[in-house]
């Protein structure tokens, strides 16, 4: 297991190529140099060359601001079988043990958090949950896209 240490570098042996490559990411790119233990003089030269890169390469990369990703908004997918991401038909049992059809909705008003709900088949009717779920998914999502339009960029 490697040592907080060696955090960002890796030992590469492979054909030719032997030597310590160092990599750091920071708003989805990659920055990376590989120190060959030929050129800097043997495995362990090569490898206290790499922290010191390493070291200032996480340096330079805390001077560059991150970016907040965009969200994606998923609107097919091959394993839903409704037509609509976020909503499923499924089976839910009650405490006493019933259990009940109903299309089940769920979203993402922010990151790291989940909502859901569901329209029962049996109260509505098959035809009508399915269109009160993607009407509510619909809502949600809006909101959400709304909320997120509005807010103060840090």
Not at 1 to 7: G, I, P, Q, R, V
Not at 61 to 86: E, H, Y
Request: proline share 3%; with cysteine; hydrophobic share 30%.
């Amino acid at each position: 297991m490697k040592s907080k240490n060696e955090k960002g570098i890796s030992r590469i042996d492979s054909g030719s190529t032997h030597g310590w490559f160092v990599r750091g990411y920071r708003n989805g790119k990659t920055f990376s140099r590989l120190f060959s233990d030929l050129k800097h003089g043997g495995q362990e030269a090569a490898l206290q060359e790499a922290r010191a890169f390493r070291a200032s390469l996480y340096e330079d990369l805390q001077k560059i601001p991150v970016q907040p990703r965009a969200r994606r908004v998923v609107t097919r997918d091959s394993r839903n079988t409704t037509g609509v991401i976020g909503v499923c038909r499924t089976t839910k049992t009650g405490p006493n043990g019933s259990k009940h059809e109903c299309f089940s909705v769920s979203w993402r008003p922010e990151r790291g958090v989940q909502k859901c709900t569901s329209f029962s088949i049996r109260k509505y009717g098959e035809k009508k949950a399915f269109q009160l779920a993607v009407a509510h998914r619909k809502q949600m999502m809006q909101e959400s896209l709304d909320a997120e339009a509005v807010k103060p960029s840090s």
